[in-house]
């Protein structure tokens, strides 16, 4: 019954909590990030210490109300630190 | 030119190669080098180890040079960060524009790492020599002076 | 360490001496170089000839660099500036500030450039390339620059 | 009759209108910058149209109030173009 999955990324310490780089995840649709976040932390409740998770979806930053669509490279993590 | 590579580089190769392209017309060059230095007084640092996203690390470094570029009056900038181990002392990153007027230079290289800090996805972990480790969090200092580049107080001087 | 030379310099030696002198202390390096441009879009320089007053430009440049030194939290700076006849695309100067956080070093190399160029002895004179020659006048906008340094309007940013 | 003399360098233009690098010149007593540079435009007419002349007084600069004493280092030059 699920549509085309999302290809998700992990990185850092969100990498390490979940205990995976990338992973498939089906989605039914289109829905925003934060609500792809709440599934995120009912499948690993682990990164519920986490203070602030950032999204990515296609290599661009955005923001919680951006929809995420069947297909498209998600990426979690915290905020970033190069430099 | 945005280079992400986990190899060290050559600051002053890369010095010269703007030198060389920027011909008669720029007079100023200014470059920042960023290395790894102790965490905190008392905790030395053995080992930095930074992770990062592939290919939006380049575009989003990318997007901030040509952002600098439209601001100021420059030659094309040249960036290099490294990925991986990297120890005490060693360069992680590296911003270096050249333009005919100094402050035009001054402002793009440090709007540039200034805006790579808190856009560019790498993750820093500090391994110190004492054996500890951790990933370092985002200050807040850093996204704020990020926000001023774009939102600058009235009365400053641009 | 402040020098006045009529011989090119190596930036690239230079800046390894203040990395090392940095020790794991400092984590920002940031370097001003000026070279040689043409003097306008459409009047080539051929060559500069840079006079200058021996001795008073150590001490300018010195008191410079201390004060540098007081109003932000640097290493001692490096400022190397050369005189005598430098050609085409030749270094004139260099300027070089390590520092724990890379605000300090922005600052204090923008400053330092900023205050030699209204206060340090030395005269240019621009001989183009079509033999023209003539002695640069100084720029109010260089004067009114370290003016801002003394005097910032309200609401900048420290 | 006159006092101990100053020392006088000359920079850039300023030397080649004067055609002089550096001179003694006598002086009866303390005076002024403002006076001395009176005297300097009696001696060298020829610098009349230079716009702007600086005074540096054993190497500091000074603005034209400052005394120069006897036996001081005195040098005159245009706005420094440095750097």
Redesign the interface.
């Known amino acids: 019954m699920s549509g085309t999955p999302i290809k998700v990324?992990y990185?850092?310490?969100v990498a390490e909590l979940t205990g995976a780089r990338q992973e498939l995840w089906p989605i039914d649709g289109p829905l925003t990030g934060a609500d792809w976040l709440a599934q995120l932390a009912a499948r690993y409740p682990q990164l519920a210490p986490v203070q602030r998770l950032k999204l990515?979806v296609n290599?661009?930053?955005v923001s919680p109300e951006t929809l995420i669509q069947p297909g498209d490279e998600v990426?979690v993590?915290?905020?970033?630190?190069?430099? | 030119m945005v280079i992400v590579q986990e190899t060290d580089f050559d600051a002053a190769a890369l010095t010269a190669q703007l030198r060389e392209r920027s011909a008669g017309k720029a007079g100023a060059l200014v470059s920042f080098t960023g290395y790894v230095r102790d965490y905190a007084q008392d905790q030395a640092t053995h080992t930095l180890f930074l992770e990062h996203y592939p290919g939006m690390c380049e575009r989003e470094i990318q997007t901030i040079c040509d952002t600098a570029q439209s601001r100021w009056n420059t030659l094309e900038p040249i960036v290099v960060h490294r990925y991986g181990a990297l120890h005490h002392k060693e360069q992680i990153v590296f911003v270096a524009v050249a333009s005919a007027h100094r402050g035009d230079s001054f402002k793009a290289c440090e709007y540039i790492i200034d805006a790579l800090k808190t856009r560019a996805p790498f993750w820093k972990r500090e391994i110190l020599s004492g054996g500890k480790q951790f990933w370092v969090q985002q200050r807040d200092a850093d996204t704020q002076k990020t926000d001023l580049w774009d939102n600058p107080p009235s009365g400053t001087p641009s």
Chains 1, 4 share one sequence.
């Open positions: 990324l990185f850092a310490q990515a290599q661009y930053h990426a993590f915290e905020p970033v630190t190069g430099g």
